[in-house]
Every structure is written in structure tokens, then in C-alpha cells.
């Protein structure tokens, strides 16, 4: 959203100050009046705040603690997570417990450059999963999604969660073959399947095999 809740703390000293006149008014014609105006907007913080602060829909901050707990249920043992946040921000500090290796990687360029550590990191880990704060998409994203196969995408207030996957390799030729012809000339001469076994959340890669007969319109 464009405005968050916390940016009504300016009407504070408003609300103070009208409160402090409606009490002083009250105080002067009898004080069994003032601690009924008192009694009033105490009752009101004690019925409305314990739910303001344990519900997520009016929270003032996103739930991190939500998005940290979905890569935790789903990232592989192979996974690795990057940020542009840097380590000193405890923005994801708080829920984060380096179950995986934690990367900073700002939006700007670095030594050595930032292709050449995402290469390094992808070479290692077969997933990627992208932690960037803010909506500027950065050379790190454009990076990833030029690379890697991008399986999913989920906003929590101005973080992100971005899963990225980097399969290996595929053979030359198909593990499963197949004679298949489509419209224009189009054959698929099979597949090879990356993922041996399915499990909830995760996702199945697999390679296509494909071969155009001709010129194609």
C-alpha cells in the first residue's frame, strides 16, 4: 500500500490535545464525570489492542515471520538465499536461523561483479532463493531471471520471496524418447526428467526435446 498505519502517529499530539481539553472541561464541572471520560478510552485500548497486536491483518509491519517460515518448509538442502539487505539490517534477523548459506548482494555493482558471484553461487547451489526488499528490480533479479527458471513469486508488504531453480545440465539426447508431431512441421523426440520423486510445494523439471521438420512461419 502507499500508506502504512504507523503514519497516523502525526494526529497523536492532535488526539492527545483534544483528549487533555474534553478531561480538563470535565474536571472543572465534577470529577465523577472525569473518571467517567477517563474510564472510557481506557476501556477501549484494553477491548481493541490485545487483538491489534496479535492479529496479522492489522499489524503495522508484513509477516516475515510467514515468509521465512514458507522457504524454511519448502527450500531444498541445496538451496542458498539472497538478499540486498545487508547483514547489519535485522529486518529477516529476527525469524532467519542460517539454515542455509545467506548472501548480501546489494542492487548496485560490486567487487568482484555481481554476475560473476551469482555464477559462482548457481555453480554450487541448485536453488536460489531471493530475498529483495523494496519494488526496484536490481542487476541481481534481471541476473536470476535470465539464468534460472523462476518457480515462484510472493510479495509480504515491501518484501519479496522469489524461488529460482538451476537444474543441471541435460543429456544430448532424451532419456525418454517419443515421436510426436505437431502442426508446422513441429517433433518432439522426447524428455529428460530432472526430478526423480514429487513432493508438495516442490517443483518437477523437466527438459523438452524438440525439432522443427522446416522453415518455420
Known sequence: PMFFERYMMVMLPAYLLLLALGLATLWRRSRW????????????????????YAETRYASAADLRGMIGRLTSLAGPDAAVVSNLPPSDPTYAYYYRDLWPLVYLPETGTLPPIPEQLAALTAQHSEIWYLPY????????????????RISHQWYGNAQLVYYAFPPSPPGAP???????????????????????????????????????????
Open 33 to 52: 464525570l472525569l473518571g467517567i471520560g477517563l474510564a472510557l478510552p481506557i476501556l477501549a485500548g484494553v477491548a481493541v489492542l490485545p487483538g491489534y
Open 134 to 149: 523494496g519494488a526496484q528490480r536490481g542487476e541481481v533479479e534481471t541476473w536470476l531471471d535470465a539464468h534460472g527458471v
Open 175 to 217: 532419456t525418454v524418447s517419443l515421436d510426436v508431431y505437431f502442426a508446422q512441421g513441429i517433433r518432439l523426440l522426447g524428455y529428460h526428467l530432472h526430478t526423480p520423486s514429487v513432493a508438495a510445494g516442490r517443483p518437477v523439471l523437466i527438459t523438452l526435446y524438440w525439432q522443427a521438420e522446416g522453415k518455420m512461419s
